[in-house]
């Protein structure tokens, strides 16, 4: 059994048929897949506006974006419906409370969800069966909340498992949780990933695909480093210190569930062959820089598994970060970092950095 997750930033107005389509066709098989979708392209961005801001425009952008592509794809029907729940939603952006908050932002995980299980349905002929609440079992941190995989685990296997049994394809949205009282909690921005890791590992799915519009994780921000190469393989462990220090905005806890697991693991996108395979391996090498601001100061990391305790790889680069203001930092045996004060400066070390992890790159 396989787990795919596409990312928002595919589905867009006019491509979700598209993108579903061609991840269907690589990974289905004629095997059973999961599906964890994200919210489209900006629609997180605008619940969270509408509800932190009381702004029922917001609102509106938000389901307008579902709306068109409702109708694009011929699902004509679905008018009323997306209708009726932006009335509902209208009226929880007043409300003050923090729950409240969660269950606005993981609408758009919802609509995904049950959009594409219509497509699957009705225009690619697959039985395909949305699972709303899979059972991922939170505490109720409201915006962060931490997940009980005691009951998740015993819970997801139950429900999505039992789904998968009778259908092809089971979407599954990403991103929110639940209280042991029944509230939808979210996990965090960025959070679908976390959630596909989280079932990927409590199914024992073979394989793993995240499917994103930057087709890989990369030797560094593409933002600021302009030479930057797409990684062909990173260890779990270095994939998960790498998401701590916010590469390509991967749910900080995205490869937790992974690291003792035996999945295998691609980041892609939905038109290339190649892409990151996530692997059981550590190669002490420096693979990537990271940057990310703590605090009002700047965090560069060189990240490499256990790069930290190899003295000449540690050595060199404290070298490069000897020429600038900036406060080495040793907490992770996977990364060596700098703390420095000026944007500007962590910008050029960053670079400094990135040339030499390039040397190491093939
Ligand atoms: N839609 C959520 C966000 O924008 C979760 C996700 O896409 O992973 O943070
Ligand atoms: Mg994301």
């Not at 995904?112 to 709303?132: C, F, H, P, Q, W």
């Not at 910008?347 to 040397?359: E, F, G, I, K």
């Amino acid at each position: 059994m396989r787990i795919s997750k596409v990312g928002g930033s595919l589905l867009t107005v006019g491509n979700v048929l598209n993108v579903i389509g061609r991840v269907v066709g690589r990974d289905y098989l004629g095997n059973k897949l999961v599906l964890v979708v994200s919210a489209m392209k900006g629609v997180t961005d605008q619940l969270i506006r509408a509800f932190d801001n009381h702004d029922p425009n917001a609102l509106d952008n938000a389901l307008s974006t579902y709306m068109s592509e409702a109708l694009n794809l011929g699902l004509n029907d679905l008018a009323s419906f997306l209708e009726l729940a932006r009335e509902e939603l209208r009226r929880f952006i007043n409300l003050g409370e923090p729950w409240v908050r969660d269950y606005v932002i993981i609408h758009g995980e919802l609509l995904s969800t049950l959009l594409i299980e219509r497509a699957l349905n009705d225009l690619l002929g697959l039985r395909a069966k949305a699972v709303y609440e899979p059972g991922i079992v939170t505490d109720s941190n409201w915006g962060f909340a931490s997940v009980n995989h005691e009951l998740s685990s015993k819970y997801v296997i139950e429900r999505v498992g039992g789904v998968l049994s009778k259908y092809d394809v089971v979407v599954v949205p990403g991103f929110l949780g639940v209280t042991s009282d029944g509230r939808y909690t979210s996990l965090g921005r960025g959070g679908s990933d976390y959630t596909a890791s989280l079932l990927a590992s409590y199914l024992g799915a073979s394989r793993l695909t995240f499917y994103t519009d930057s087709g890989g994780i990369l030797s560094g921000d593409p933002r600021i480093i302009n030479d930057a190469v797409l990684l062909r393989e990173v260890g779990y462990d270095e994939a998960y210190t790498a998401s701590l220090l916010g590469a390509k905005k991967f749910h900080p806890r995205t490869f937790e569930p992974l690291l003792k697991s035996k999945v295998l693991t691609i980041i892609t996108d939905p038109w290339r062959e190649d892409g990151t395979y996530v692997v059981n391996n550590c190669i002490t090498t420096p693979k990537l820089i990271t940057l990310n601001e703590v605090g009002g100061a700047f965090r560069v990391s060189v990240v490499g598994c256990r790069i930290s305790q190899v003295s000449h790889l540690r050595g060199e680069a404290y070298e490069i970060m000897a020429s600038y203001d900036a406060k080495v930092i040793n907490d992770d045996q996977h990364a060596v970092s700098a703390l420095l004060n000026e944007w500007d400066d962590a910008v050029s070390l960053a670079r400094d950095l990135h040339r030499w992890v390039r040397s190491w790159i093939a």
